[in-house]
């Protein structure tokens, strides 16, 4: 494990911000585990993909791992350019499809009150 000292934006390489849009409540996860891919990625990297074996939001990862926000989702979009991780959609990715909001509104309306 590196120091504690180790700054933010040397493990980003400089870069604040991710590729992808990745909210907190984001979930991740590792569709096809390689040992050899995990072998080779820095440490905080190598945490990252471990722990993304089990389905996981970008915010555990934070705090599980005690790595800043920012920094866990430039890592985890590093990871996922390079198809090792997916990003599991979120309500925000459908914000616009008026045929997912029309079922959701349904299945609301079925509820028992």
């Known amino acids: 494990m590196r120091s504690k000292r180790i700054r933010p934006y040397a493990l980003t390489g400089g870069r604040t911000r ?3 849009d990745l909210l907190v409540e984001t979930l ?3 569709p096809n585990y390689d040992p050899s891919l995990s072998d080779s990625l820095m440490p905080e990297s190598r945490m990252l993909y471990e722990r993304a074996r089990t389905r ?5 990862l934070s705090v599980l791992l005690t790595i800043p926000l920012g920094v ?4 985890v979009s590093d990871l996922a350019t390079q198809g090792a991780i997916y990003i599991h959609p979120t309500a925000h990715a459908y914000q616009h499809d008026v045929n ?3 079922r959701i509104l349904d299945g609301l309306k079925r509820l028992p009150v």
Do not use: T
């Not at 996981?56 to 555990?60: D, G, H, R, T």
């Open 56 to 60: 996981v939001s970008i915010a555990e």
């Open 72 to 75: 866990v989702r430039v890592l």
């Open 100 to 102: 997912v909001l029309e």
């Open 28 to 30: 991740i996860s590792v």
């Open 18 to 20: 991710p590729r992808y």
